[in-house]
C-alpha cells in the first residue's frame, strides 16, 4: 500500500516563526500535493511539485514555499508564520496523469499559530 | 469562482438508511470526477472517479455515483448506510491537471 507519512501531526508555533512541514512518500510517485484544509471551504491546492526540484503554485501560494530535494519527500515553509495559517495541511501524492491518477494522502499536521 | 459546489454541509442519516450526497460542478465540457472520504484523524481516500464512459460509476464501501451532464451533476449514493460511514465527503474536479475541491459535506450517522 501507498503510504504518505507527515512527520508531524499536531504543532504549536508563534507568530514570525519559521515553520517546516515534511512530507514522505514510499511509492515513487513523481507528484507531490500541498493543501490546506478549512472548515467551509474544503481544500485549497497551496504548491504541487511534479518532479524532482521542480515547483508550481497551486490557488493559495502566498506566504508559503516548497522544497523538493528528493523525490519521495516534499516540504512546506512558513517563512513567517501568521495567526492566518492556523489550519489543516494535507500531503499528497499521485503517479502518472494528474487528471486521472488516485491522489494518496497523509492523515494531516495540525497548525496553530498563536 | 467555485468550481464545485456542495450544496449540503451536513447531513443526518439513520443507520440502515439511504443517503445521497450532492455536487454540482461548473467546469469543463468532459469533466473528470471524484468523491473522496475523510474519516475522523485520517487523510482523504478515493471512493470513486469518472472520465467518461457508463454515467453510472461503482466504488468502494458499497457508494455509488451518476454522472449527469445536462445538470452538471455528480452526486453520490449509497442504498444503506452504516455507522461507519460516518465523515466528512469531497467532490472534486479536475482543473488544469489539478484537483479543486468542494467544501465537503459531513455525514452524522444516527442509530
Known amino acids: 500500500d501507498v503510504k504518505v507519512t507527515q512527520s508531524s501531526r499536531y504543532l504549536v508555533k508563534r507568530t514570525g516563526e519559521k515553520v517546516f512541514l515534511e512530507c514522505v512518500q514510499d511509492?515513487?510517485?513523481?507528484?507531490m500535493f500541498w493543501y490546506r484544509q478549512d472548515p467551509g471551504l474544503g481544500l485549497r491546492l497551496i504548491y504541487f511539485?511534479?518532479?524532482?526540484?521542480?515547483?508550481e503554485k497551486g490557488d493559495i501560494p502566498e506566504g508559503y514555499s516548497v522544497s523538493r530535494e528528493k523525490k519521495e519527500r516534499f516540504s512546506l515553509i512558513l517563512e513567517s508564520a501568521s495567526t492566518n495559517q492556523t489550519s489543516m495541511y494535507l500531503c499528497?501524492?499521485?503517479?502518472?496523469?494528474?487528471?486521472?491518477?488516485?491522489?494518496?494522502f497523509g492523515e494531516g499536521s495540525r497548525l496553530t499559530v498563536l | 469562482a467555485q468550481s464545485v459546489t456542495q450544496p449540503d454541509i451536513h447531513i443526518t442519516v439513520s443507520e440502515g438508511a439511504s443517503l445521497e450526497l450532492r455536487c454540482n460542478y461548473s467546469?469543463?465540457?468532459?469533466?473528470?470526477l471524484f468523491w473522496y472520504v475523510q474519516s475522523p484523524g485520517q487523510g482523504l481516500q478515493l471512493l470513486l472517479k469518472?472520465?467518461?464512459?457508463?454515467?453510472l460509476v461503482q466504488g468502494i464501501k458499497g457508494f455509488e455515483a451518476e454522472f449527469k451532464r445536462s445538470q452538471s451533476s455528480f452526486n453520490l449514493r449509497k442504498p444503506s448506510v452504516h455507522w461507519s460511514d460516518a465523515a466528512e465527503y469531497f467532490c472534486?474536479?479536475?482543473?488544469?491537471?489539478?484537483?479543486?475541491f468542494g467544501a465537503g459535506t459531513t455525514v452524522t450517522v444516527r442509530a
Open positions: 499528497a501524492s499521485t503517479h502518472g496523469d494528474t487528471r486521472t491518477g488516485e491522489l494518496f
Open positions: 511509492m515513487d510517485h513523481e507528484n
Open positions: 511539485s511534479y518532479d524532482v526540484k521542480m515547483k
Open positions: 467546469y469543463g465540457a468532459t469533466p473528470y
Open positions: 469518472y472520465f467518461s464512459g457508463d454515467t
Open positions: 472534486a474536479v479536475v482543473i488544469d491537471y489539478k484537483l479543486s
